[in-house]
């Protein structure tokens, strides 16, 4: 053999070696931790071990001061650090020095389309939890957009299990690298707030497996997840806090959590059916008396009755333990300090609007508007004044600063421009926590203030009308009545675009709303969400250009209420108690896809002020096995003038198949930022695994052999280049 030969042999030995000492180090960290924990349960009493598993408090749990164990502090919630609460009512503690950061809510941030944001929040969250000195930051809220309606749904992500994990899983290691555990929620099936806390649902293992887990699973399994919040509703039956098989079979043993399952806020039913079916600890129950709660001294006697054995006390506290001990609970010196309110932060909020914003209509190029060459605009609705980040309940957030629409326009405009702001609709409702909104009818016609706004619009050389919804309708514990634009904004919306050509319309909104009654009236509108602190910064970056909008929608918009699947079939929200998931894996645009039912605007859509060009998509193979991994190359050119980022989006559909599959399913994306002018090759890959779906007889996945169609496009619906593979 050749000295080469050798010398290649020993290096190789090396690394090996190298490689098992590591292995051996970090199995080893893993074990020393696991003593320290059963170390600490010897040292405990009964009493000490059940105080670990329940509040004390709103938002506080136990510790054990002699043995080094600090009292727990959670905190809402998934878009920023939520004030200071009293410790036992749910009205505000009134600190001077609680305010903080407030992004855009989930719908945002999914509409995005772009992980490295969730990445940034996650950060940013981490440290200002860090700073507040919180443990765990009950978020993120990931369940799926089942109805346009759910009261939630600005809180959440999107319809699409993928997009969802894609989001969830960077938002969650980031907060973790912060040393705050995340609590991913609500597991499972929170998908409407109506009858939130009674409601039965019912859906297939299909729909389980395909839609309703997948971003559990991904926050579980990738991200990495410190805690999971039990959602209010039944489950098959069974709370969700204390499901046997949710949180046993499922969540324990086939996600391998080792984590913290607490209730949601008063969700635990029970003492020995939930602390048997795995939920670790109570929060929120309406007892005052905390030692006379479930997880209290009911808990204690469920041992000494041999009706709880200890060993499930025990696994309890383990998962306490082993989340304080990963956060550094327990180490205080070497814990993150945090910071709070930094530029940095709000740099980060800044982006995760101004990347946000959905283009849906731009008739005749009206955006962006060139502010240098207008004299004078409308500034129209109650939108362009109201701030938004204290509403919505759990996840409200006192912001350090919210900047409105019209603050920013007049800050970064005001100087050379006539800005004419009217009032042009008002808020007609009220909320009232679990009840129905204050006011029924929403939908009054304020003709007097039309008409003033009418009169500004003409006089103008644009209107832009900022409407919407609030959290009024967009909030935690009530759904919104309908899907309409409340308030008589239809009406208003189409007189100014009578009175002015040039009307811009920009829809602040966290959940789906008809859009059919302006459309067709308004050259160009834009979805810019619930924006957080920088709202307005952002929005009129967008409508000036400074921005390119680079946003898709997150969810499918019908063009009314019924188009939608659960609202097609009557199953929502449910009779008697119980809502049956009867479109079972046809949600969002898997039902409006394979229905052919054509939507206001489909899933993934979003316009630019340049333009794209995908082309060249192409597979490293054309057969794959059922182990292998698809590499999938393409080309995303800017063919316009402006900078900008397009969505490249896979969908994949399996044309011949033993069970109805959805028309295409999202499989894949990226989102690519281009000088004008510029191309990029992009690659991306699809385990074939991934193209299965749920077979319930045989309780597993399955990949039918045969063809599969590969779809490149920039929406559900706008597919520019299609591909057949085969798989073996
Ligand atoms: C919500 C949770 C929230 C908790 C604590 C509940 O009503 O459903 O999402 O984290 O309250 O505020």
Same mark, same amino acid.
């Given at each position: 053999?050749?000295?080469?030969?050798?010398?290649?042999?020993?290096?190789?030995?090396?690394?090996?070696?190298?490689?098992?000492?590591?292995?051996?180090?970090?199995?080893?960290?893993?074990?020393?931790?696991?003593?320290?924990?059963?170390?600490?349960?010897?040292?405990?009493?009964?009493?000490?071990?059940?105080?670990?598993?329940?509040?004390?408090?709103?938002?506080?749990?136990?510790?054990?001061?002699?043995?080094?164990?600090?009292?727990?502090?959670?905190?809402?919630?998934?878009?920023?650090?939520?004030?200071?609460?009293?410790?036992?009512?749910?009205?505000?503690?009134?600190?001077?020095?609680?305010?903080?950061?407030?992004?855009?809510?989930?719908?945002?941030?999914?509409?995005?389309?772009?992980?490295?944001?969730?990445?940034?929040?996650?950060?940013?969250?981490?440290?200002?939890?860090?700073?507040?000195?919180?443990?765990?930051?009950?978020?993120?809220?990931?369940?799926?957009?089942?109805?346009?309606? /759910?009261? =939630?749904?600005?809180?959440?992500?999107?319809?699409?299990?993928?997009?969802?994990? !894609?989001?969830?899983?960077?938002?969650?290691?980031?907060?973790?690298?912060?040393?705050?555990?995340?609590?991913?929620?609500?597991?499972?099936?929170?998908?409407?707030?109506?009858?939130?806390?009674?409601?039965?649902?019912?859906?297939?293992?299909?729909?389980?497996?395909?839609?309703?887990?997948?971003?559990?699973?991904?926050?579980?399994?990738?991200?990495?997840?410190?805690?999971?919040?039990?959602?209010?509703? #039944?489950?098959?039956?069974?709370? /969700?806090?204390?499901?046997?098989?949710?949180?046993?079979?499922?969540?324990? #043993?086939?996600?391998?959590?080792?984590?913290?399952?607490?209730?949601?806020?008063?969700?635990?039913?029970?003492?020995?059916?939930?602390?048997?079916?795995?939920?670790?600890?109570?929060?929120?129950?309406?007892?005052?008396?905390?030692?006379?709660?479930?997880?209290?001294?009911?808990?204690?006697?469920?041992?000494?009755?041999? #009706?709880?054995?200890?060993?499930?006390?025990?696994?309890?506290?383990?998962?306490?333990?082993?989340?304080?001990?990963?956060?550094?609970?327990?180490?205080?010196?070497?814990?993150?300090?945090?910071?709070?309110?930094?530029?940095?932060?709000?740099?980060?909020?800044?982006?995760?609007?101004?990347?946000?914003?959905?283009?849906?209509?731009?008739?005749?190029?009206?955006?962006?508007?060139?502010?240098?060459?207008?004299?004078?605009?409308?500034?129209?609705?109650?939108?362009?004044?109201?701030?938004? /980040?204290?509403?919505?309940?759990?996840?409200?957030?006192?912001?350090?600063?919210?900047?409105?629409?019209?603050?920013?326009?007049?800050?970064?405009?005001?100087?050379?421009?006539?800005?004419?702001?009217?009032?042009?609709?008002?808020?007609?409702?009220?909320?009232?926590?679990?009840?129905?909104?204050?006011?029924?009818?929403?939908?009054?016609?304020?003709?007097?203030?039309?008409?003033?706004?009418?009169?500004?619009?003409?006089?103008?050389?644009?209107?832009?009308?900022?409407?919407?919804?609030?959290?009024?309708?967009?909030?935690?514990?009530?759904?919104?009545?309908?899907?309409?634009?409340?308030?008589?904004?239809?009406?208003?919306?189409?007189?100014?675009?009578?009175?002015?050509?040039?009307?811009?319309?920009?829809?602040?909104?966290?959940?789906?709303?008809?859009? !059919?009654?302006?459309?067709?009236?308004?050259?160009?509108?834009?979805?810019?969400?619930?924006?957080?602190?920088?709202?307005?910064?952002?929005?009129?970056?967008?409508?000036?250009?400074?921005?390119?909008?680079?946003?898709?929608?997150?969810?499918?918009?019908?063009?009314?209420?019924?188009?939608?699947?659960?609202?097609?079939?009557?199953?929502?929200?449910?009779?008697?108690?119980?809502?049956?998931?009867?479109?079972?894996?046809?949600?969002?645009?898997?039902?409006?896809?394979?229905?052919?039912?054509?939507?206001?605007?489909?899933?993934?859509?979003?316009?630019?002020?340049?333009?794209?060009?995908?082309?060249?998509?192409?597979?490293?193979?054309?057969?794959?096995?059922?182990?292998?991994?698809?590499?999938?190359?393409?080309?995303?050119?800017?063919?316009?003038?402006?900078?900008?980022?397009?969505?490249?989006?896979?969908?994949?559909?399996?044309?011949?198949?033993?069970?109805?599959?959805?028309?295409?399913?999202?499989? !894949?994306?990226?989102?690519?930022?281009?000088?004008?002018?510029?191309?990029?090759?992009?690659?991306?890959?699809?385990?074939?695994?991934?193209? !299965?779906?749920?077979?319930?007889?045989?309780?597993?996945?399955?990949?039918?052999?045969?063809?599969?169609?590969?779809?490149?496009?920039?929406?559900? =619906?706008?597919?520019?280049?299609?591909?057949?593979?085969?798989?073996?």
């Amino acid at each position: 053999m050749n000295k080469k030969i050798l010398k290649f042999f020993a290096l190789l030995l090396l690394m090996i070696a190298t490689i098992q000492t590591q292995a051996q180090k970090s199995i080893s960290k893993e074990d020393i931790q696991e003593q320290k924990i059963q170390k600490l349960i010897k040292k405990m009493t009964l009493q000490e071990k059940v105080s670990l598993l329940h509040g004390n408090s709103k938002f506080y749990v136990s510790g054990i001061k002699r043995l080094g164990i600090p009292e727990w502090a959670l905190s809402d919630g998934p878009h920023g650090v939520r004030a200071e609460m009293n410790r036992h009512d749910w009205n505000y503690a009134g600190w001077t020095n609680d305010s903080s950061t407030c992004f855009p809510p989930g719908t945002a941030l999914a509409a995005s389309w772009n992980p490295k944001l969730a990445y940034e929040r996650g950060l940013v969250l981490g440290e200002e939890a860090r700073y507040r000195k919180k443990d765990v930051l009950l978020g993120p809220g990931i369940n799926i957009i089942r109805t346009p309606l /759910c009261g =939630r749904n600005f809180e959440y992500l999107s319809e699409d299990p993928f997009l969802i994990s !894609a989001m969830a899983v960077p938002y969650i290691k980031a907060l973790q690298s912060k040393d705050v555990a995340a609590s991913v929620k609500h597991y499972l099936a929170n998908n409407q707030e109506d009858h939130r806390t009674t409601v039965d649902v019912a859906m297939s293992e299909r729909a389980l497996r395909e839609i309703y887990l997948p971003g559990f699973k991904a926050a579980v399994t990738e991200g990495g997840s410190y805690t999971v919040m039990t959602a209010y509703n #039944k489950f098959r039956g069974d709370w /969700c806090s204390e499901n046997e098989y949710l949180d046993r079979e499922i969540l324990r #043993k086939e996600l391998g959590f080792k984590g913290v399952l607490m209730s949601d806020w008063g969700g635990t039913h029970s003492t020995v059916k939930a602390a048997l079916a795995g939920l670790d600890l109570e929060m929120g129950t309406d007892i005052k008396d905390y030692n006379e709660w479930y997880f209290a001294n009911p808990l204690i006697k469920a041992v000494q009755e041999g #009706k709880v054995p200890i060993s499930v006390i025990d696994e309890k506290v383990a998962n306490i333990l082993r989340v304080m001990i990963k956060t550094k609970v327990l180490d205080s010196k070497t814990r993150e300090k945090g910071s709070m309110n930094t530029p940095e932060h709000q740099k980060a909020a800044y982006n995760s609007a101004a990347e946000a914003a959905v283009l849906l209509q731009n008739n005749g190029n009206l955006l962006p508007l060139d502010f240098s060459k207008i004299k004078s605009i409308a500034v129209i609705g109650d939108n362009a004044t109201r701030k938004h /980040c204290g509403g919505g309940l759990s996840s409200e957030i006192k912001a350090l600063y919210e900047i409105t629409p019209l603050e920013a326009l007049t800050h970064k405009f005001g100087k050379n421009i006539t800005i004419n702001f009217v009032q042009g609709y008002e808020k007609q409702s009220t909320f009232q926590e679990g009840g129905n909104i204050g006011q029924s009818n929403t939908d009054k016609v304020d003709w007097k203030l039309i008409d003033e706004a009418v009169a500004v619009a003409k006089k103008s050389d644009v209107a832009i009308v900022f409407g919407g919804l609030n959290h009024d309708f967009d909030t935690e514990s009530y759904d919104k009545p309908h899907m309409r634009l409340p308030y008589g904004q239809v009406t208003l919306i189409q007189e100014i675009a009578k009175a002015n050509p040039n009307t811009v319309v920009v829809i602040i909104a966290g959940s789906p709303v008809e859009l !059919a009654g302006i459309v067709h009236r308004v050259p160009a509108i834009l979805w810019a969400w619930y924006g957080g602190m920088e709202a307005g910064n952002a929005v009129v970056d967008v409508l000036s250009g400074k921005v390119n909008p680079s946003g898709k929608m997150p969810f499918t918009l019908p063009v009314s209420l019924e188009q939608s699947p659960a609202h097609a079939l009557g199953n929502y929200p449910g009779r008697n108690l119980k809502v049956n998931y009867e479109e079972d894996i046809l949600v969002g645009y898997r039902w409006f896809d394979t229905k052919n039912v054509v939507p206001q605007f489909p899933f993934g859509y979003g316009l630019s002020y340049t333009s794209f060009n995908l082309d060249n998509l192409s597979t490293d193979k054309k057969v794959y096995g059922k182990k292998d991994i698809i590499h999938v190359k393409f080309t995303v050119t800017n063919t316009g003038l402006r900078y900008g980022a397009e969505v490249a989006q896979i969908y994949v559909s399996d044309p011949v198949c033993s069970v109805l599959r959805p028309a295409k399913e999202l499989k !894949a994306f990226e989102k690519v930022f281009l000088q004008p002018g510029e191309s990029k090759n992009i690659e991306l890959s699809i385990k074939v695994a991934d193209l !299965a779906f749920y077979d319930e007889a045989k309780k597993g996945w399955v990949v039918e052999p045969g063809e599969f169609i590969l779809e490149l496009g920039n929406s559900s =619906r706008d597919i520019s280049k299609t591909l057949t593979i085969n798989v073996q």
